[in-house]
C-alpha cells in the first residue's frame, strides 16, 4: 500500500505571529530579529521578502532593501506555545508526527481511510480555527516529495502528487527545487544541459558518479522521487541543531558570525526544553562550496557565543579560501553509555 505523508508547513510562522498579535502590522513589511543592528533576521513575511529581504540576512542589508521594514524582537516563548498548539491538532490524526521545528512537521497518514489530500485540508483549517495562523501542505507518498509539494501553492495552499502522478511530476520538476541543490549546484548542472529532473534522469548512474561523485549518486535516486525514509518519531534525542542553507555561497566570515549568533540562540532556547538531558559537546558544521564539510566540536556543556565562534574560525580555517553554502550550530546530548563510562 502506498503511503500518505503530509508536509505541513506554516507560513511565515514568526513573522504571522507579530502581525497576528499586532493587527496594525498587516500589509507592512514585518523582520523579526536583528533589532540589535549588527544582527539577522530569523525570518520576514511576504511584504518584507517582495524587496528581497529573507531570513539569516544581516539586519543592515535588509534596511538597504527594505527602508521600511518593521523590525520586532524574537519571542520564543510565544512562538513556542503557538507550536505546541499545532502539534496538539497533528495529534488528532496521527500518531506518527515528526516535528523539524516549531514551524513545520511530517505526518504519516496513510492508516487513515480519508485521502491525504482531505486530511491536508482540514488540518489547515483547525489549525487557522485555533491558532490564527495558515499553513501551507504537500501530500505525497514519500518525504522528499511531500516537502516539495507543500512549497507549491504558497501560502495558505497545499499540492497532492498521487503515486501515479510522480512519474510525471518529477521529469518536470526544476533541480532547483530538489534538496541540496543551492545556487552552484545549479550553475554546475546547468553547465551540463540540466535545468531539470527529466534531464537528470537522462544520465546513468555511472555518469553520474564520474562527473558530480557521492553527490551525483542522491541526485540519481533524487531526481526519480525516490525516498524511502520512514516518518521518525524518535524521543530521546542525540542531537540538536540548527542550519541556515545560503542561496548565494558566503565567503565573508563576520557575515557568517552575525548568522552564528542568531542560530545560538535558536539551539540554546531549544536545549532549555530539554531539561532532562544533558550537553555533552559543542558542535558547528560547514558545508563548502563544493558541498564538502567540515564539523568543529568541543566537549562541555555551555553554549557561550566565545566557544561557538572558536569553532567556526577552525571550521572556516579548514576551507582554505573555500566560500560557504551552510551553517549548523548544535549540541550533542550525553547519552546512557556516556554516563555508564562516567562511573
Known sequence: MARKIIHIDMDCFYAAIEVRDDPSLEGKPVGVGGSSGRGVLTTANYEA????????????????????????????????????????????????????SLDEAYLDVSHRAESGAALAQEIRKRIFQETGLTASAGIAPNKMIAKVASDWNKPNGQLEV???????????????????VGKRGQETLSKMGIETCGDLQGFSKIELAEKLSRWGLELFERCRGRDEREVSVDRTRKSLSKERTFRENIDDVDWLLNVLRQLRVEVADAVKRK?????????????????????????????????????LRLAWSRGEGKSVRLLGVGVKFATEEDQMDLL
Open 275 to 311: 531539561s532532562g538531558q544533558e550537553i555533552k559537546s559543542r558542535v558547528l558544521k560547514l558545508k563548502f562550496e563544493d558541498f564538502t564539510q567540515t564539523t568543529a566540536e568541543k566537549a562541555g556543556g555551555a553554549m557561550d557565543e566565545a566557544t561557538y565562534e572558536e569553532l
Open 49 to 100: 521578502r517582495k524587496y528581497g529581504c529573507r531570513s539569516a540576512m544581516p539586519v543592515f542589508m535588509a534596511r538597504q532593501l527594505c527602508p521600511k521594514i518593521i523590525l520586532t524582537p524574537v519571542r520564543f516563548d510565544v512562538y513556542r506555545e503557538a507550536s505546541e498548539k499545532i502539534r496538539g491538532i497533528f495529534s488528532r490524526y496521527s500518531d506518527l508526527v515528526q516535528p523539524l
Open 162 to 180: 498521487r503515486p501515479e502522478d510522480v512519474d510525471g511530476f518529477m521529469r518536470g520538476l526544476r533541480v532547483a527545487k530538489l534538496q541540496g
